[in-house]
């Protein structure tokens, strides 16, 4: 019997969230942002409450309690067992992967990432005076796959010194094979090229399908890599603003610890490491409960585009929460397509090519909210195909 109530709707209007309050447009409903429209696991909220309740919130001390919680996770989650003195926190994935690429490249250096991927990895690799070199991901038979003769040449290249990885990939949908991850690992060795791995997504895997850990599949690749991750995305606490890098070299880790104090991102909150410890130490059954509901929320997706809107593709959701839907069919850019249903049917997507998709349209769909919410979002997406395919 189930013991958390996803079908709940939680009205976040007016609680300053970006998702629901970035626009005054009434009856607006966004589907673009990740984070879930669910409530987080009632012991985060309870760990928060009475935290609260103390009154005073002064500079955070980081105890060894919250190491423990994040090195326990990921041994009994994963399989991944790190020592605690790996571990630097921080306020967010994003900021993580800005302090790595400033302590691992030099301005000028060029940073692979596999495109399309998620948008701020562009402005991390610029904020930090880098070139982006791009590994086109493989489109084909509703999925993507990495283009290997592409990816070494690319890696090859002198100037690069870093990959950027996004392990699970968003916005594709996959998760690597350890085949994949172990080929990637090896050409970057073989070139000198850093690993930076965002694997804020690793929780959020699909039945049949599982999250493995780039550095946990060597002591090599362990070296030459460090670990972004967050419980943010998985217990849906982005706004507490809390993350963690794992990295095992002693000088690369001191490398990242003065580029994490450079930009000023070296301080946490103490509701951050509450929540962080209550989600990993205290909330396992809602997320056990949770994925089978994103994956009813996929199954029901497919189902009315096969019935409804079969000229577009869905690609197959391998991981994360954000459905990626060929839109070739329609014969628009995605930016044409996202502008036309933000002002015809109030429904908001994010376009492809915000991704650095450029061959052909896409939009991502966050399915991660009640079944309420995604029947009404899909039926205006579906109301605005109906206007346009004659």
């Known amino acids: 019997m189930a013991k958390f109530n996803f079908d709940e709707i939680v009205d976040r209007r007016g609680s300053d969230c970006v998702k629901w309050d970035e626009t005054d447009v009434d009856g607006m409903l966004p589907m673009w942002v990740a984070d879930m429209d669910f409530r987080t696991a009632p012991a985060i909220i309870e760990a928060l409450q009475r935290r609260a309740a103390h009154g005073v919130f002064g500079y955070e001390h980081v105890p060894q309690s919250y190491y423990a919680a994040v090195v326990g ?6 399989g991944w067992t790190f020592r605690p003195e790996w571990i630097i926190y921080t306020t967010g994935v994003v900021p993580a992967v800005s302090a790595v690429i400033k302590a691992v490249t030099v301005p000028g250096d060029k940073v692979l990432v596999q495109t399309p991927v998620y948008n701020c990895f562009f402005s991390s690799i610029r904020n930090n005076g880098c070139i982006i070199e791009e590994n086109k991901l493989v489109y084909s038979d509703g999925t993507y796959s990495v283009d290997f003769e ?13 990959f950027l990885l996004c392990n699970p990939h968003n916005p594709a949908g996959r998760v690597w094979t350890p085949d994949e991850l172990r ?3 090896e050409i970057c060795l073989r070139h000198g090229v850093f690993v930076i791995a965002d694997e804020i997504h690793c929780d959020i895997v699909m039945p049949g399908y599982k999250y493995t850990p780039f550095a946990s599949l060597s002591d090599e690749f362990l070296a030459n890599s460090a670990t972004c991750t967050a419980p943010t995305k998985t217990f849906n606490i982005a706004g507490l603003q809390i993350a963690n890098i794992i990295a095992a070299d002693d000088t690369v880790r001191k490398k990242i610890d003065r580029a994490i104090n450079i930009n000023e991102v070296c301080d946490v909150g103490p509701f951050g490491v509450v929540a962080l410890q209550a989600a990993y130490n205290e909330s396992e059954g809602w997320l056990d409960e949770l994925l089978p509901y994103i994956k009813s929320n996929y199954d029901y997706l497919c189902d009315f585009f096969a019935a409804h809107m079969p000229m577009l593709k869905v690609l197959r959701l391998e991981g994360t929460y954000l459905v990626w839907v060929d839109c070739t069919a329609l014969g628009r850019t995605s930016s044409d397509i996202i502008s036309e249903l933000k002002d015809g049917e109030k429904l908001w997507l994010n376009g492809g090519d915000i991704y650095g998709e450029t061959d052909r349209p896409f939009v991502r769909i966050n399915i991660a909210c009640p079944r309420a919410t995604l029947v009404d979002g899909l039926n205006r997406l579906l109301h605005y195909v109906e206007r346009i395919v004659k």
Do not use: I, L, T
Not at 73 to 78: I, K
């Open 73 to 78: 996770w990921f041994a009994r989650r994963h």
């Open 150 to 162: 592409d990816f070494e040449r690319r890696v090859a290249d002198p100037s690069v010194k870093a």
């Open 183 to 185: 080929r990637m690992g």
